[in-house]
């Protein structure tokens, strides 16, 4: 088996039967509106990977986990003339994928649920397949050769993991996101220590995840992939530069897991985009000649934003008055129409306030126990979320040339929240699309229809906790307990207090801890995995 490194979480991998290309994303505009550009830039790689979906002899798939941006590339995937290939894509409710592979004119596309294994020569490709509500996410396992490569790019499957390997036996080579991917704490308007000390406890968080999940699976390599991009835009460039932000590097993240698991055997990789891993061996077969290292890394920014300034050019536009204003009523409607279709509205205790720049009188304020947008003058209530953007970025939104949640990674809006506490329906509200809003709502009530519960031990005591995660239902009996108190959720690193009855300081949710007595003890559900502190 060899693997192509295709750069961000792309890889081409090549068994002697067959060829699967992961998420290719090359297109030299980038994603989320081009606010995000691949890092290292790897845009020279599309005609190899053109090349190898081409390749005479061998079974070819293309597997593309999710809907993100910088997994599923329309725009490099409409290069691909020769389509005689099979397209593998997950089995989510929502059949975006399916619907858009079906007119793509490629030999089969073969929609699959979790755990579904499709038949190669001397192995087989398997999906593994994360559904909560609107967040939809694949990992993919593929074995041949006599050798294993799984790739969860960012699915957030560590609860699993643990069943996964005992399922499938040892695993070669095993990468994982290690890098962050959200708009918290990157959008808000907080001080600058308050800023730092936000990013390093979920850049350390993350981290943690990543050496658990390399305790469970123990591959005899594991490839720094799905890791930071890089921002291009003017308006962003300033965030690469960052002492303290969520977008480690993969010389960050190898000096923790060197001090956290002293004894791994476990190599650690950071290919450059074109590097070919022997997986045999775990030498590389072929490397490429460009290679971005901490020392070179600002004045090579440097340069390939010179390379892309057109991109940003090309995006600027100046609107008269009478367009924004235009704008702004089109807001109204589609905030109004969101709010007409969610039907948890009355969980939200505080307004939400938005503010196109051009326009900082003329806010418009979300109110979602009244289920009203009216236009108001200025902010009214100090309990309120706002969120700030130009009219300029809003409209693509509108015009859907990208949807909310790209919009959202799009880093180009301004975010505040008092208290600052995260408030899951809200947050849904701004990220879902109109078509979604039910099936979130929805996702949320079935996460809390879950009533299972299982005892777990901290400090030295024993508490019956309910099982799974009332964020989005991970398996907390894969968690693990921090500074004796808080059990710490394995997919989202939530912190809960058990010592304060389970409560979550984030956001008030809870899994509803209590104290366990001997008795109670022998008559609770046995846990699968068990709990282990933090070492």
């Known amino acids: 088996m060899q693997i192509t490194f295709l750069g961000h979480a792309g890889f081409v991998v090549e068994t002697s039967g067959a060829i699967v290309v992961m998420d ?8 989320f509106d081009s606010a995000w550009m691949q890092l290292p830039r790897n845009h020279h790689l599309a005609p190899l990977v ?8 061998k079974e070819r798939f293309l597997y593309i986990s999710h809907e993100h941006k910088d997994h599923f590339d329309p725009e490099f995937l409409a290069t691909v003339q020769q389509r005689d290939f099979t397209v593998l894509v997950p089995r989510f409710h929502r059949s975006e994928l399916q619907d858009v592979f079906a007119k793509y004119g490629c030999t089969r596309v073969i929609a699959c649920e979790d755990g579904r294994e499709v038949p190669i020569q001397g192995g087989y490709i398997k999906l593994f397949v994360s ?29 699993r993991l643990a ?16 890098s962050g991917a959200i708009w918290h704490p ?11 000390s936000i990013s390093m406890k979920k850049r350390d968080s993350k981290f943690e995840v990543v ?22 835009d003017p308006a962003l460039f300033h965030l690469n530069f960052e002492k303290v932000n969520i977008f480690p590097n993969a010389t960050q993240l190898f000096t923790f897991l060197k001090q956290r698991l002293p004894e791994a055997a476990t190599r650690y990789l950071e290919p450059m985009p074109g590097d070919v891993l022997d997986v045999r061996s775990l030498e590389y077969a072929a490397m490429a000649p460009e290679r971005v290292t901490p020392e070179n890394l600002e004045q090579y920014l440097h340069t390939y934003a010179a390379m892309q300034e057109h991109v940003f050019r090309e995006r600027r536009r100046n609107l008269l008055r009478a367009e924004v204003d235009e704008i702004h009523e089109r807001l109204r409607v589609e905030l109004q129409r969101k709010l007409d279709l969610l039907d948890l509205h009355d969980r939200v205790g505080m307004p939400l306030y938005v503010q196109l720049t051009e326009l900082p009188d003329r806010l418009l304020r979300v109110d979602f126990k009244g289920r009203r947008v009216d236009v108001v003058p200025e902010i009214r209530e100090a309990v309120r979320y706002t969120m700030k953007a130009s009219a300029a970025d809003i409209v693509r939104v509108l015009d859907r040339k990208l949807n909310w949640e790209d919009f959202l990674l799009s880093f180009r809006l301004r975010l505040s929240r008092n208290p600052d506490v995260y408030e899951p ?59 004796g108190r808080f059990l710490v959720c394995p997919r989202h690193r939530w912190q809960f207090d058990l010592a304060d009855g389970g409560r979550c300081r984030m956001n008030n949710s809870t899994v509803c801890a209590e104290p366990v007595q001997e008795r109670q003890e022998k008559t609770a559900t046995p846990t699968p995995g068990g709990l282990h502190p933090r070492a």
């Open 425 to 483: 329906v809200l947050h849904g509200f701004l990220g879902v699309e109109i078509a979604d809003m039910r099936e979130f709502c929805d996702g949320i009530r079935a996460t809390e229809a879950h009533r299972e519960r299982t005892v777990v031990e901290a400090g030295g005591k024993k508490f019956s906790i309910q099982r799974f995660c009332p964020h989005q239902g991970a398996d907390l009996s894969e968690g693990w307990v921090e500074e």
């Open 131 to 159: 559904e909560q509500g609107t967040n939809r996410d694949s990992a993919v396992l593929v074995r041949g050769d006599n050798q294993c490569f799984l790739n969860l790019n960012d699915c957030k499957l560590h609860d």
């Open 163 to 178: 069943r996964i390997v005992a399922e499938e036996g040892p695993i070669d080579v095993f990468s994982a996101q290690f």
């Open 211 to 232: 050496a658990r999940a390399l305790e469970v699976v123990q591959p005899r390599a594991y490839i720094a992939a799905a890791g930071p991009a890089c921002f291009l």
């Open 24 to 31: 290719p994303w090359l297109s030299p505009r980038g994603a």
């Open 50 to 57: 053109r090349e190898k979906l081409a390749t005479p002899g």
């Open 186 to 196: 990157t959008c808000y308007e907080y001080a600058a220590e308050t800023y730092a």
